[in-house]
């Protein structure tokens, strides 16, 4: 697949996704409501790479989308590490099935909730395994939410208002298969 | 033939490379998830530099997002307008009478302070900084403020708004500086029950109201009692407002945070520097050949109540 894309392209590719990805980064950390029960803030940055891996793998690098996950870790102020390697096992995840993604939005829709609820299972997970305190499962369900519903608004946004379309599928038989 | 092996080791090298890169960046994060774990201020420093440098693009994006939430917020307080009237109204009727007992008391004080010849300490300065940014996420209550070194902010130091005390600097860049909320998981500070006086630790526990830990005893706390600092360890000035207790029961007593967090836009940083004299034979192993005086020994006492009250630091 990354032959398909143009070094020019794949790099403007890139470029975009660094800028919406930051971009994503700075609203999620918008001082909005600082109380510990106010409804938490998505997660745009998962919605940013999911889009993008799905529809422009070739510019959608693991090392990129690890930075900038490295960026909101230590940005924000919680954990650091573990946003960004859940943030690229997901973004992997929807690479290794972006075929069936690109075919059947609904499909996508469902991958997006499934991760949405497991990117803050497994960092209560990995805070169990730490020793280290968790907030409520009630806080986290209604972050995932919250992230999924900010992952489908970011896709129709990127898909439709800033034409960020899905590069050519190589090989129709190769659906839910790695490239 | 050759210009082929040269494209295919070229290809060969890009990929080693970029797997490098990728295993080098895993081993990053979880070097950086130990140092969290640690507490280790090698992760702080690292984030202060980084919001450091963000802090620009961090503002230019907060501007117009705390704008649009503050015209939700002002249309959900013009949907109950005549509600708010009512309860305003009600608020000056209890401030008025307040105010009458404040100037009562304060003619009161004066007198006593006559009366006892009292020498009153330096009083506590304070920088104010504006909320750029909160920590997005629930594993963490933070705030970042616009302020860092170049202001005078220092690492530890109390922030409060107009409320009461809303956390502790626990990262300071040049121009930036992160302050952990009172409800954050991290967050302990002394306190002691108004009128009791029972000292506690509040301990932060992700929810909208602290525990109060190490409790002597229940007994004389009751939900409206006042929650205030107690300076003990130097890290806060003393009797900072907190909040008040709002339940009380068998497995302990909760706290109402008095900062309001819901629209926490501006904050003071208080610049206190307690004395770290140790000059007391309670504070060596081995005695002093000549005792200090009594009076010497409690003045020098970290935490001493010399410093004002919060609204007191606002008027410097």
Redesign the interface.
């Known amino acids: 697949m990354a032959g398909n894309a143009s070094r020019p392209a794949r790099f403007a590719g890139m470029a975009a996704l660094a800028a919406l990805g930051w971009l994503a980064i700075l609203i999620g950390l918008a001082p909005i409501d600082a109380r510990a029960a106010a409804w938490p803030a998505p997660d745009l940055l998962f919605g940013v790479v999911a889009c993008f891996v799905v529809r422009r793998p070739s510019s959608s690098p693991a090392a990129l989308i690890l930075v900038l996950g490295l960026a909101r870790d230590v940005l924000g102020g919680g954990p650091a590490g573990l946003g960004a390697l859940t943030l690229w096992a997901a973004a992997e995840y929807l690479r290794f099935h972006r075929d069936r993604f690109i075919r059947s939005p609904l499909a996508e829709a469902g991958a997006l909730a499934a991760l949405s609820l497991l990117l803050p299972l497994a960092h209560l997970v990995a805070m169990t395994a730490l020793f280290a305190p968790s907030p409520p499962l009630s806080v986290l369900a209604l972050g995932a939410a919250s992230t999924f519903a900010a992952a489908l608004a970011v896709r129709v946004l990127l898909v439709h208002l800033l034409r960020i379309g899905g590069e050519a599928v190589e090989n129709h038989r190769l659906i839910g298969r790695a490239r | 033939m050759a210009a082929r092996e040269r494209e295919d080791i070229g290809a060969e090298f890009g990929r080693l490379l ?1 797997r490098g ?2 295993v080098a ?2 081993l ?6 130990v ?3 640690a507490d280790s201020p090698r ?1 702080e420093r ?2 202060m530099s ?2 450091d440098w ?1 802090t620009p ?2 503002e230019m ?2 501007d117009p ?2 704008a649009l ?1 503050d015209m939700a917020a002002d249309f959900r307080d013009f949907t109950r307008v005549h509600e708010r009237n009512r309860e305003l109204r009600a608020e000056i009727q209890r401030l008025r009478a307040w105010r009458e007992t404040a100037q009562q008391l304060e003619q009161e004080n004066a007198q006593l302070r006559a009366l006892n010849n009292l020498r009153l300490g330096s009083r506590t300065g304070f920088v104010a900084g504006e ?14 403020l616009n302020i860092g070194a170049d202001d005078g902010v220092i690492d530890g130091a109390a922030a409060v708004d107009g409320e009461g005390l809303v956390g502790r600097v626990v990262g300071v860049g040049r121009r930036a500086s ?1 302050v952990l ?1 009172l ?1 954050d ?1 991290n967050s302990r500070v002394p306190v002691k029950v108004l009128p009791s006086g029972r000292r506690a630790i509040l301990s932060g ?4 109201s602290p525990r109060l830990s190490f409790l002597d005893a229940l007994a004389g706390v009751a939900p409206g009692d006042q929650v205030v600092t107690t300076g003990d360890g130097g890290v806060f000035p003393p009797d900072l407002p907190v909040g008040r207790v709002a339940v009380v029961g068998e497995y302990g007593a909760r706290v109402q945070v008095a900062a309001d ?2 629209r ?2 501006f904050v003071r940083i208080l610049l206190y520097r307690p004395s770290t004299r140790i000059d007391t034979p309670g504070g060596l192993i081995a005695p002093r050949e000549s005792p200090a005086e009594p009076g010497d020994a409690e003045g020098a006492a970290p935490g001493a109540p010399d410093a004002p009250l919060l609204g007191q630091a606002g008027a410097d």
């Open positions: 970029r890169l990728i960046l895993v990053l994060a979880l070097a950086l998830l140092l969290w774990r992760l690292l984030r980084l919001a963000a693009s961090v994006t907060a997002i705390g939430s909320v750029i940014a909160d920590s997005g996420s629930p594993f963490a209550q933070s705030a970042l992160r909320l409800t998981f526990e992700n929810s909208d967090y819901e926490l836009e």
